[in-house]
T-cell receptor, first 117, second 110 residues
Framework: EAGVAQSPRYKIIEKRQSVAFWCNPISGHATLYWYQQILGQGPKLLIQFQNNGVVDDSQLPKDRFSAERLKGVDSTLKIQPAKLEDSAVYLC???????????????FGPGTRLTVT | GENVEQHPSTLSVQEGDSAVIKCTYSDSASNYFPWYKQELGKRPQLIIDIRSNVGEKKDQRIAVTLNKTAKHFSLHITETQPEDSAVYFCAADSNYQLIWGAGTKLIIKP
């Protein structure tokens, strides 16, 4: 079974520039998560999709961050404009999300390390 | 909403000794409690999980215990080895998502 794919793996941009990250979840997984992990901290959920609908985006800074999952499979996360404090690893995870406790097992992609200078 | 507290933030043990990491949660409706291991520069990986209908679960050198009455669960690692050095995160499910602890940095001293 292929894992969660993310690209790019690394990105360096200047503040006020824009950046986009891509995620392809495990085949058949209905739920997709984007996390932000700042060095030395735990993952912080930014947005959760169930198929192509948003379940929770309460911690997404909507003035600069946006995310979509148009066909219920791949997802993109965009930052525009970037700030210095956005430097972090952006992790994508997926889970079956079909109901029942087994649906909560989350599998993570390798992450995208973003550096904003 | 759910709150998960994890202790200690750093744990240093001698190689071969046991390590215990503890978490408490607030949502009595939580039923799923996974533990993730994150090595430096790598993604979090699920190492063991427990569901509310079970009090203890073991997998080789690692075990997790759950006390639903007290709302706490713990990770136990026996016979620690250098490769156990990592950051460990506990989590609890709430409203179809995981609420994460702050993490414990486990250091194995040779």
């Amino acid at each position: 079974e292929a894992g969660v794919a993310q690209s790019p793996r690394y990105k360096i941009i200047e503040k006020r520039q824009s950046v986009a990250f891509w995620c392809n979840p495990i085949s058949g997984h209905a739920t997709l998560y984007w996390y932000q992990q700042i060095l030395g901290q735990g993952p912080k959920l930014l947005i959760q999709f169930q198929n192509n609908g948003v379940v929770d985006d309460s911690q997404l800074p909507k003035d600069r961050f946006s995310a979509e999952r148009l066909k219920g499979v791949d997802s993109t996360l965009k930052i525009q404009p970037a700030k210095l404090e956005d430097s972090a690893v952006y992790l994508c995870a997926s889970s079956q999300g079909t109901g029942g406790t087994s649906s909560y097992e989350q599998y993570f992609g390798p992450g995208t390390r973003l550096t904003v200078t | 909403g759910e709150n998960v507290e994890q202790h200690p933030s750093t744990l240093s043990v001698q190689e071969g000794d046991s390590a215990v990491i503890k978490c408490t949660y607030s949502d009595s409706a939580s039923n799923y409690f996974p533990w993730y291991k994150q090595e430096l520069g790598k993604r979090p990986q699920l190492i063991i999980d427990i569901r509310s209908n079970v009090g203890e679960k073991k997998d080789q050198r690692i075990a997790v215990t759950l006390n639903k009455t007290a709302k706490h669960f713990s990770l136990h690692i026996t016979e620690t080895q250098p490769e156990d050095s990592a950051v460990y995160f506990c989590a609890a499910d709430s409203n179809y998502q995981l609420i994460w602890g702050a993490g414990t940095k486990l250091i194995i001293k040779p």
